[in-house]
Each structure stands twice: as C-alpha cells, then as structure tokens.
DNA sequence: TCTGGGGTCCTAGGACCC
DNA sequence: TCTGGGGTCCTAGGACCC
C-alpha cells in the first residue's frame, strides 16, 4: 500500500504559523511578481477566490472580504517543508518517503499490517501537525494514482474523515472511483480529459475498466497503460529513489517591467545564471549544457494585444561544469545573440542541462586550464548569500541597478532561515 | 536486376505534475 | 499597468553506425 501526504493550502498555512491572528480567516498567496493566486484557504476559495488566476482580476473581491494577501517567501516554505518531511521519514522510516513536491509526499507502507493503515495514517496526520504546526491530508490506497484518489475525497469530506482515507476492499476502491470526475485523476490533465468525456468516460470507475490495448493507443502510450493499471490496484508507478538528482535545473522570471535594452537583459541573464548555478552545487553536480531564452511581446496582433513569443539559444559547454564565473561567460553571448533592439521582452530564463555528478566529469582532451571543482570561494559565496541578504556577494555582470527585478510588495519575514528576521517575542 | 536489419543517440514537441 | 516557476516522462523522426 502506498500513502500520499499532502499539505493543506500549504503556502498560506506557513504564513499563517506566525501570524495567529489569521487562524479562521481567508489568506491568499501570490506567485513571484505578484502575478497570479498560488495558494488560497477554505475561506478564500468559499469567497470565490480562483485558484491561479490573476491577483489584479481578484482584487477588489480580496479588499472588500479583507483576506490577508502574501508575497511567496521560499525560504520560509522550504524550511517548513524540510521540517514536515524530517517528521514523515522519522515515522516511516528513512528509505520509505518519496519527497514529491514541497508539500506532498509520498510513503511505501508496504509492511504495514493491513488493519492498521488507518492507525498508521492517523498518527502521520497528528504527529506532523503537532511538530510542524501544518494541518496534512493522508491518502491510502493499493498504488499511488488511488492514494491520490483517497487524499481528495479526505479533503472534500473533512468532517467525516477528518483528513484521514484509506481505500482498500474493492468495495471501497470502486465507490472511491464511482465519486471520481477523470479530470480530477492524477495523470489526467486537460487534454486527455476532454478526449475522454467525448467518448462518455466520465468517471475514475469507467476508465478503469478500459482495455489496455485502447490506453496504449489513445491515452499516450505506456503513459496510459500505467494509468489503467494503477486504477486497477496494481502499482506501476514506483517509489522513486530519494538519492535521485535533477535532471535538469531551470531559473526564468518575468521581469518586474518590461525591459527593452540589452544592458538589463545582460543583467538578467547573468543573475539567473549565478541562481541557477547555485542550485547545481547544491546537489554536486555539473552541467554540460546551457540554454538561454527571452520571451518577448510580439504586437504583430495589436499593440494590446498579449501574444508572448519565447526565443531560445543553447550551447555545449566544452566540459561539463558549476561554475558560476563559466556558465554567465557561456551564457552572456547567446543572451546578445537573442536580442534585437526594439522588442519589448517580458521574461528571460537560464535552463542547464546535461547534468552528470560532479565527482565524474567527463574532461576534455582540448581544454587546457580546467576549472578547480570544489571551488572553496564559491562554497563561501553560496553560505553567505544564503544566511544573510541574497546577492551580498555577486558578479558585477548580474548588474546594479536591476530595473527589472520582480516585485514583491507582500512577503513576510524569513523568520526561520534568516538572523536578523527572527520572530520576535515583546 | 536492384536497395536489409538492427541499433544508438539526439532533438523537438506534447502531455502531465505541483 | 496587469497573467508564475520548475520539473518529469514519452514518442517520433532524423542522422548515423555496422
């Protein structure tokens, strides 16, 4: 049997920690740049309150019901997360969790006696509630897609049970499944829901006695003969190993304002660059390759009108690499490349890829000086960039001024990550 | 006269997730 | 004025190899 852990409202539930005053009352959290409603409690979404859409569209709805509106803060989300996830492999056991988001998880409750999964999920729910301060929602099922299905009826019938569902007689999987729209499974997303209400499968229970042979031709090939299976009870979907690095590791923004000359792109760039480079050391490894990439506001439809249209440049960096100073000197060339002068650019982005464990790097017979892995200077960057203010160190190429930095008018304090914002107690 | 079979690697693009 | 950011997996098709 596996468990899905899941964070209520998550974002807003980590704000809500420190600001008590808030405990039964709407709270919202914005995207970077302010943009769009990320996270949203009970109350908010009885407002009305959408999910992801535009915080401006939202605006007056948010001011007149007097929710309580938060820039995102990761440093306190992530802190939080790492705490709720210290407490879930303390219970289950260390090589049982499979961190899935930064609020869900993932549990292999293989071993555990089956008339105790509900114990065993009660006791996860509690326990991480009373050491973190975050409420849970846990879902029990024969594979991961129904745990899922388990974690949202536990949500969408909070009082009958009290964030805790365990599916497992066939009975149960199949009222489970009879209550389960398709678009609301997970591995279905709008595409193939659509594809499926053409054809009158409407819900989990119908889709889960498709054939095989119709899945694998109309639902993405082993993708959907995964699905079909995983309804069926049968796990095809593994526990992923938490050793496990990143594939690919991406830093893009949009600009806080539209930018227009190369100057700021060339800024950008290499701020995301030193962003994302960072992220590679943090899991030891190296990247082969770089993409670059602008998204600009073609006005070919109007002057009004929004019709972003991205543009991209990649290149194969002669050997595998994490150092900063290497990728922003990769980087920089294919930003100019992009640019032409009188676009309008909206957002730019470093992608790296082609990532190999540091401690393997292929070298390069035609490199002559290779860079110092281990770079003591560039841990040192990266400590205190991280405990104090970010980029107190920085290259001059990520520029001084930064016209186009994202805004972020609502952000709490980094009450746990940071010294000088520590809670304070009068 | 007439053109196999089996394989790898890479990229682009589509679908999905939170 | 105004719409986020960061990932994964799979497939198809082209280039190339023996």
Not at 138 to 161: E, F, I, Y
Not at 197 to 219: F, S, T, V, Y
Request: proline share 4%; hydrophobic share 40%; glycine share 6%.
């Amino acid at each position: 049997m596996r468990a899905i852990v899941d964070c209520n409202s998550f974002y807003c539930s980590c704000e809500r920690l420190f600001r008590p005053d808030l405990r039964e009352k709407p709270v919202v959290v914005l995207s970077n740049n302010d943009g769009c409603i990320v996270s949203r409690t009970d109350e908010a979404k009885k407002l009305g309150v959408g999910m992801a859409a535009p915080y401006y569209q939202n605006r007056e709805l948010i001011e007149k019901n007097e929710v309580a509106v938060f820039s995102s803060n990761y440093h306190l989300y992530g802190d939080l997360s790492m705490r709720v996830m210290d407490t879930l492999r303390e219970l289950a056991g260390e090589d049982r969790v499979e961190v899935y988001s930064v609020d869900e998880a993932f549990l292999d409750l293989s071993t555990i006696p089956a008339d105790t999964l509900t114990g065993m999920a009660t006791t996860l729910k509690e326990t991480v509630e009373q050491w973190t301060g975050i409420a849970v929602s846990v879902g029990v099922g024969p594979s991961k897609v129904l745990s899922k299905v388990a974690n949202r009826l536990s949500k969408k019938d909070k009082k009958g049970t009290r964030g805790v569902l365990v599916i497992q007689s066939p009975e149960q999987i199949r009222e489970a499944l009879e209550r389960t729209a398709v678009d609301d499974l997970w591995g279905v997303g709008r595409q193939y829901a659509m594809k499926l209400h053409h054809l009158g499968i409407d819900n989990g229970w119908q889709l889960r006695n498709m054939p095989e042979e119709w899945a694998r031709k109309h639902m993405g090939g082993v993708v959907g003969v995964r699905l079909i299976r995983e309804l069926n009870g049968i796990p095809c979907i593994p526990m992923k190993d938490p050793l496990e690095t990143k594939k690919m590791i991406a830093t893009t923004r949009m600009f806080g304002k539209p930018v227009f000359e190369l100057a700021e792109i060339r800024e950008a760039i290499a701020t995301y660059t030193a962003r994302a480079a960072e992220k590679l050391r943090r899991q030891f490894s190296v990247a082969g390759t770089i993409q670059v990439y602008v998204v600009t506001n073609d006005t070919r439809k109007g002057p009004y009108e929004y019709n972003p249209q991205s543009r991209w440049q990649y290149t194969h960096l002669a050997e595998a690499t994490d150092d900063t100073a290497t990728l922003i000197r990769a980087a920089l060339p294919l930003a100019e490349k992009l640019y032409q002068p009188g676009l309008k650019y909206l957002k730019g982005g470093v992608v790296l890829s082609g990532l190999v464990p540091a401690d393997a790097i292929q070298s390069n017979l035609f490199v002559q000086e290779h860079v110092r892995q281990d770079n003591p200077l560039l841990k040192a960057v990266d400590n205190i960039n991280f405990s104090y203010r970010s980029d107190v160190v920085k290259y001059v190429s990520s520029g001084l001024t930064r016209n186009w930095k994202m805004r972020q008018e609502l952000r709490s304090k980094r009450f746990t990550t940071r010294w000088d914002e520590l809670y304070e107690i009068h």
